[in-house]
């Protein structure tokens, strides 16, 4: 049976052991590991990675203002902390709870961070909206005291439609209770934007800087994580400590946990065919980790016809849902387990010796050994708790595993051509229902076929718009399937 690659981070320091892919690691061009890691130390320099958009990737610097490549970035970074420090400390006791606004990055990160530190001991609680879906917003806002919640939205831009949209049905309910939603919301956006001047303009509780050199899906360690963890009564520094110590354990080639994660990535999916990593944490508090993975790799690595696929959730639950084609199904994968060494909580023995973390242990252990029975190859990861510094250390340990990779097959991970296009294809739909509103409302009616021709636009698309707006009673309907009508709501109805 192979010997799993193993890595572990204790006391700060991590060690390494990935005997199974000794060979290719050993056969891999010097001068490849070479530029690869001088990419990194570009980045961190300040090279633009970012053509797209002219700027640079700092996220780095976030947690070591001293290596920023100018003063001021480095004043800013340190100005901005310490605001979101003295920001949180002047609410004292106010709000038992946080209505936490945003998408992407800017929801998954602090998602992450509340799902693995959250305790009924927090000075407040978070909820989030993280969707456009009013049935989810009006499922949050029923959960939540409105006398009782701060509000903060986060948006680099201000202009992402989701965020916005989402906070104009917080507004809204704010304004159905009689409470000024300003005097108790806090922004986290660009200088400038338009989410910024709103702040500024109605007089909310603050406005926290985010720069164009820090990535939505890297930005945890920025105030769009530090703020919600201190909300909640956490310890950011120590956040950024563990972050921090991972950045120093990465930055060699030798002993180099980051590299050696990004070298088992390349293995199995140039070497042995299998670009899917099944990630599988032994830890109820690690639950979201998969999905925040998600992001930070399928954003950055899915470009070109590559990138890595990622999926799973939490042991030992899902080993009831899809182990049995782990082992027994399409060997096109890898695994990815997280082990957490300390128990917390009950030290019941629930057999003679053996406590129910005992049977974690085993359980993880067991569907590993099961695995590499059948060929499969797995990564584990090791950490003695879920805290904050050890959270931190995790988070970067796969942000610069991402970065090498992407070196590795010749791809820029801080670019995203795709969402933008989905962006833009999204407000294409947008308009093309209010061209369809306007051309019903001067008496258009029709099939969906009809009308696409009157509007010239996709019969499909046209179709997805109006059965949707029937179905919420904005437009008339006559008949069924793809032949019915469409047409205007009568004057009475429409008012």
């Known amino acids: ?35 690869t890691l001088d990419a990194m130390a570009a980045l961190e320099g300040g090279a633009v990675a970012n053509p797209d958009e002219g700027r640079m990737v700092g996220h780095y610097w976030l947690r070591a203002p001293a290596m920023a490549p100018q003063v001021e970035v480095a004043r800013d970074i340190t ?39 959250a305790s009924p001991w927090d000075p407040r609680r978070l909820h989030f909206i993280d969707n456009t879906d009013p049935d989810g917003i009006a499922r949050t806002l029923e959960s939540v005291p409105l006398d009782e919640a701060l509000v903060v939205v986060v948006s680099k831009s201000g202009r992402t439609a ?12 704010f304004d159905a209770v009689r409470l000024p939603m300003a005097e108790r919301a806090i922004a986290v956006t660009g200088v400038g934007s338009v989410l910024w001047q709103q702040a500024e303009a109605e007089g909310w509780l603050g406005a926290c800087p985010m720069w164009d050199w820090v990535g ?74 998969a999905r925040y993975l998600q992001q930070l790799v399928m954003e950055s690595l899915g470009k070109a016809g ?63 050994a099961a695995l590499h029975e059948a060929g499969r190859d797995s990564v584990t990861i090791a950490i003695p708790r879920v805290d904050e510094y050890h959270l931190g250390a995790l988070v970067a340990l796969f942000e610069r595993a991402v970065g090498f990779y992407a070196t590795f097959i010749g791809i820029n991970a801080y670019h995203q051509p795709g969402v933008e296009a989905g962006k833009h294809a999204a407000s294409a739909i ?17 099939s969906a076929e009809q009308l696409a021709a009157e509007v010239n636009a996709e019969p499909s698309e046209v179709f997805h718009v109006l059965r949707r707006l029937a179905a919420n009673h904005r437009v008339s309907v006559e008949g069924t399937g793809l032949e019915r009508l469409f047409f205007a709501l009568p004057p009475e109805r429409s008012r």
Not at 81 to 89: C, T
Not at 162 to 173: D, F, Q, S
Not at 250 to 269: D, F, I, K, Y
Not at 335 to 353: K, P, W, Y
């Open 79 to 117: 100005t901005v902390n310490e605001y979101v420090h003295l920001l949180v400390d002047g609410l004292a006791d106010r709000f038992a709870h946080v209505i936490h606004i945003g998408i992407g990055g800017s929801a998954l990160g602090p998602q992450l961070v509340d799902a693995a530190l």
């Open 306 to 368: 590559g990138g890595l696929a990622v999926y799973g959730n939490k042991g030992s639950t899902d080993q009831h849902a899809y182990v049995q084609q782990l082992r027994d199904g399409r060997a096109d994968f890898f695994a990815l387990f997280i082990e957490v060494l300390e128990d917390a909580g009950s030290t019941l023995e629930v057999d003679d010796g053996i406590t129910a973390g005992d049977y974690l242990s085993g359980f993880l252990a067991g569907t590993r």
């Open 1 to 35: 049976m192979k010997t799993p690659l193993f890595l572990e981070f204790l006391n700060g320091t991590a060690s390494i052991d990935f005997r199974w892919m000794r060979r290719e690691v050993d056969g891999l061009d010097a001068a490849t590991l070479r530029a």
């Open 430 to 446: 947008v308009e093309l229902q209010r061209g369809l509103l306007r051309h019903l409302e001067g008496g258009g009616r029709g």
């Open 162 to 173: 989701e965020t916005r949209n989402g906070l104009l049905l917080v507004t809204e309910a």
């Open 216 to 289: 939505g899906r890297t930005s945890v360690t920025s105030a769009v994580g530090l703020l919600p963890m201190l909300l909640q009564g956490k310890d950011g520094e120590a956040f950024l400590s563990g972050a921090r110590a991972m950045d120093v354990e990465t930055r060699e080639a030798e002993g180099n946990p980051a590299l050696t994660l990004a070298l088992s990535w390349w293995v199995q999916a140039t070497n042995r065919g299998r670009p899917t990593m099944v990630v599988l944490p032994y830890s109820d508090r690690l639950a979201l980790f």
